[in-house]
């Protein structure tokens, strides 16, 4: 079966700082992988997507970029962080194609200080 | 664009209380539907899809039925428990290129004994 894993589960940062955070997908391959941000009490957003090694899709302008080095790893990176930042960052993998079912990881908590 | 509503929360309801959440959506051709959960401080989990007009999906006790002639997915349950609350999100994944989600903003469930 496949799973999917996120580290770390929290982390504090003060701004200005950089950020790096893993996601992992097993038992399964070429997956399309997917950031996501949640604010506060607020739904969530689409930042970054791939559908293969090194192919990053930005849906929205902001301060955070993602690479993806190796078929089901997915990094979502910052050179320097801002307040605004904060929240819970959550990747998730699909299958190939459109109009599939996305599988969530359990998500990065970030506090930007 | 895609875009999904959902009715307002937070729903308070007491334990065996019959549940409705309402969503509607709009987007261009056919696209599949979601209903995700998410309990506190976790990410999120797929409770159930359809990915045809008329098909219902159902998991749990919950159902929703793709009704393309209003543009609907309401999520019901007959009996509620205090397990069920959570944040639940509506959700589409349109034909294109990956299979990106557009969410609704999310709707808290709070059970009651």
């Known amino acids: 079966s496949q799973t999917i894993h996120q580290w770390p589960a929290t982390l504090v940062q003060p701004v200005g700082s950089p950020l790096s955070l893993e996601c992992t997908v097993e038992g399964t391959s070429n997956p399309n992988l997917y950031w996501y941000r949640q604010a506060a009490g607020r739904g969530l957003q689409l930042l970054f997507y791939?559908?293969?090694?090194?192919?990053i899709s930005s849906e929205v302008p902001q301060n955070l970029s993602a690479s993806r080095p190796q078929d089901r790893q997915f990094i979502l990176s910052s050179k320097k962080l801002l307040l605004s930042d904060s929240g819970f960052y959550l990747c998730?993998?699909?299958?190939?194609?459109?109009?599939?079912?996305?599988?969530f990881g359990p998500g990065t908590r970030l506090l930007v200080l | 664009g895609d875009s999904v509503t959902q009715m307002e929360g937070p729903v308070t309801l007491s334990e065996e209380a019959f549940l409705t959440i309402n969503c509607t959506y709009t987007a261009t051709g056919y696209p599949s539907l979601f209903w995700y959960v998410q309990y506190p401080g976790e990410g999120l989990q797929l409770l159930l899809k359809a990915t045809k007009a008329d098909d219902k999906g159902s998991n749990k006790g919950f159902e929703a039925t793709y009704r393309k002639e209003t543009t609907s997915f309401h999520l019901e349950k007959g009996s509620v428990q205090v397990s069920d609350s959570a944040v639940y999100f509506c959700?589409?994944?349109?034909?294109?290129?990956?299979?990106?989600?557009?969410f609704g903003t999310g709707t808290r469930l709070q059970v009651t004994l």
């Open positions: 791939s559908v293969g090694i090194g192919q």
């Open positions: 959700a589409l994944a349109s034909t294109g290129t990956a299979s990106k989600l557009t």
């Open positions: 998730a993998w699909s299958t190939g194609g459109s109009r599939e079912t996305q599988y």
